[in-house]
């Protein structure tokens, strides 16, 4: 197969005639381009019948057509440049000489760079190889600029487990075994915590006018950590400055030591910890325990105040007879929870949840051989699953998804907040209107008396900012509430009749019993789907 030649054409000088030469494609190359060859005849003033040579040219043979009865000067070898959108390529397209006319020579060609603005190289070699064997209405690339290298983001890699929500083992006979639980991770001294990729901003580019082209921002990553850990030398390496446990917490890696006890009762008193507390037998009734990381409670929960900045494990169950609040900043992994007020700002993991306030920003999952939720309001942000949920004997069952607690807990907050402030400003906002009313006709009050209306009219103002700044805050937060939602109900079991299901404010009062299905949001209703 021989040369792709695409059509081109050559003007011709005739006896007070001009004439074009056509000829067609070969081998496979691209046939003329009637647009390509009005715009070269427009531009030299060359006078043509549009309508008569269009179909000409479409034949894409070889042919000679007479386009005018005027006689034309010589025509030169003529040079197109073309500059590409992003402006990183010039190409260059050539048309034959009329007979007598001039040939183009390199020179030409840069100087048409220079007419054009073009600081690029031009590609001599290509320009040579034209100038040698010419081949017309062809794209020739005489010249490109230099794209930019674009470098990458810094980024972190963890060297522990950061995983936020815990898994239990799953025993033989369906059980839970929240013994082998732990969301404590151990490092000892000098243990490597993390690894720092540092950012690449790469390299400028520059285009063929000379341009220099930026390579995209990235993103600096740096080592968030506190106390007791240490940066390597080169500052890639993030290592443990002792003995304890590491955590994860906003981007933020803390090391602590353990704090080890027995039990909290009448022998320790309350306990507060900055660091990780592990507890191996039992918090008693009455005591409060608190901890900025993790804490770790091998016994029972009794009717006792436990907070914990990280996460929290209780190998064998909350019994809070109705007084006992568990907190969680991460998430919470217990044998049982009964008749307690219990808040993760994660997940929840418990074998069953009997008549007890229990919320988690994220997930709530109650597996194993029991795996009931029963009584009370159980509200997660995203998804609960439990194997049953209510009860056949009646007992009052909310199961709430779709809404962050904490976000409508805030909610709650603002709006009682403002009915405080509008109560405020009823009582304060007259006595400062008839103050100013007294004074509009020219009663003098004491300066004492004038000075407390200053100061309640200051605390107006303040009130009401308060008002606005909250009703702007309640309007964002209402868009949780109303906006759909992936959050879902998930029964591997049986939903009870009487159990009240809302999600994202739609309820649904279960008016029969429901097995193995889950439970969504969909067109403003609460449906039941299969699993």
């Not at 409670?297 to 909350?318: L, N, P």
């Amino acid at each position: 197969m021989g040369t792709q030649i695409n059509g081109y054409f050559r003007l011709e000088e005739g006896d007070g005639e001009t004439f074009i030469k056509l000829f067609g494609a070969k081998e496979g190359g691209k046939p003329l381009d009637m647009n390509e060859l009005e715009e070269y005849l427009l531009t030299r003033r060359i006078n043509f019948d549009k309508i008569a040579l269009a179909p000409v040219v479409k034949e894409n043979k070889d042919t000679t057509v007479r386009l005018n009865r005027e006689t034309i000067h010589p025509v030169n070898e003529g040079i197109k440049l073309i500059v590409s959108e992003d402006k990183m390529t010039v190409t260059a397209r050539f048309y034959p000489p009329t007979q007598h006319g001039g040939l183009v020579t390199a020179d030409e060609i840069q100087g048409d760079f220079r007419a054009k603005h073009i600081k690029a190289n031009a590609n001599l070699d290509v320009i040579n190889d034209f100038l040698k064997n010419k081949i017309y209405c062809t794209d020739y690339v005489v010249a490109v600029g230099k794209p930019a290298r674009e470098g990458h983001d810094g980024n972190i890699e963890y060297c522990f487990d950061t995983d936020p929500l815990a898994k239990p083992k799953l025993n033989e006979d369906g059980s839970v075994d929240f013994h082998a639980l732990s969301l404590v991770h151990a490092c000892a001294k000098d243990q490597l915590l993390a690894k720092l990729t540092k950012e690449d901003p790469g390299d400028p580019g520059v285009n063929v006018f000379g341009e220099v082209i930026k390579p995209r921002d990235v993103k600096r990553a740096a080592f968030k950590h506190g106390r007791d850990i240490y940066v390597s030398e080169n500052g890639t390496e993030l290592h443990s400055g002792l003995d304890g446990h590491v955590n994860l917490i906003d981007d933020t890696v803390f090391v602590s030591g353990v704090l080890e006890l027995e039990n909290v009762d009448v022998a320790t008193g309350d306990v507060n910890f900055e660091g990780n507390i592990s507890i191996a037998g039992n918090v008693a009734t009455g005591y409060k325990v608190s901890a900025t990381g993790d804490i770790e409670i091998r016994g029972i929960i009794e009717a006792a105040e436990v907070t914990a900045g990280g996460s929290i494990t209780v190998a064998k169950g909350i019994n809070g007879m109705s007084k006992g609040v568990v907190k969680a900043g991460g998430d919470i992994a217990t044998k049982y929870i009964n008749s307690a007020t219990v808040e993760a700002g994660a997940n929840i993991r418990s074998e069953l949840i009997l008549n007890s306030e229990v919320s988690a920003s994220e997930k709530i999952v109650v597996q194993g051989k029991k795996g009931f939720i029963t009584g009370g309001h159980v509200k997660s942000g995203k998804e609960i699953e439990a194997k049953i949920i209510g009860s056949d004997m009646g007992v009052d069952t909310i199961i709430e998804v779709g809404v962050d607690p904490a976000l409508k807990a805030r909610f709650a907050k603002l709006q009682k907040d403002n009915d405080e402030y509008r109560k405020k400003i009823a009582i304060m906002e007259p006595v400062v209107v008839a103050a100013s009313m007294r004074m509009k006709k020219g009663e003098k009050l004491p300066p004492d008396q004038i000075q407390k209306i200053i100061e309640l009219s200051n605390e107006v103002k303040r009130e009401k900012q308060l008002i606005e700044d909250n009703t702007k805050e309640l309007a964002e937060l209402s868009v949780n509430f109303d906006s759909d939602t992936e959050a879902q109900i998930v029964v591997n079991g049986q939903a009870h009749a009487g159990t009240r299901l809302v999600i994202s404010e739609a309820t649904l009062v279960l008016k029969t019993d429901y097995h193995y299905c889950r439970f969504r949001k969909e067109s403003g209703d609460v449906k039941m789907l299969g699993l």
